[in-house]
């Protein structure tokens, strides 16, 4: 799994990686950031799951200052947090659909608007994605975008469950 590794930390592509629970994902995923060009940069995870539907955009994305009620100062999203190195986005499958369009066009051009914000803005990150549910199911129930799902598995890897794995796996 190292020589995996090891290719995909040399490719400066959106990455998906799938498995089931407790398979190793983000230790993966920050394998390959560190193993990779963009290692002096930040490795910047965050879980989709845990940030209810209306505070997602502003994660990511950030806000200018009056763009809602208790918008006081700008905040930066995580994307900006990540500049120059790697967003992990767990649980991407958790992502609402207007996330989901959001995030889309990020991987299309790397540009995005934070909340309130007049103007685009544009950044060099590279993207790694996780999930433990079957992408393709969710796109056929429209639950998922089929477009964004091709944009994140432009390289793709799935991991094994740990009951299938010899000892040396990783």
Partial sequence: MLVLIDKLAK??????????????KEMVARA????GVRRDQAFVPINCGAFPENL???ELFGHVKGAFTDARADQPGLVETAAGGTLFL???DALSPRAQVALLRFL?????????ARVERKLDVRVIA??????DNLVQSH????????????LGMKL?????RNDHAI
Avoid at 12 to 22: F, Q
Avoid at 143 to 154: G, K, M, S, V
């Fill in 143 to 154: 639950a998922f975008r089929c477009d964004l799902l091709y944009r994140l598995r432009i």
């Fill in 160 to 164: 094994p469950p740990l009951r299938a």
């Fill in 108 to 116: 299309q051009d790397g540009s995005y608007r934070p909340i309130g």
């Fill in 56 to 58: 997602i955009e502003s």
């Fill in 11 to 24: 490719v400066n592509a959106p990455l998906l990686i799938e498995g089931e629970t407790g398979t190793g």
């Fill in 90 to 92: 767990d649980e991407v």
């Fill in 130 to 135: 996780a999930t433990n549910s079957g992408l």
């Fill in 32 to 35: 390959i950031h560190y193993r």
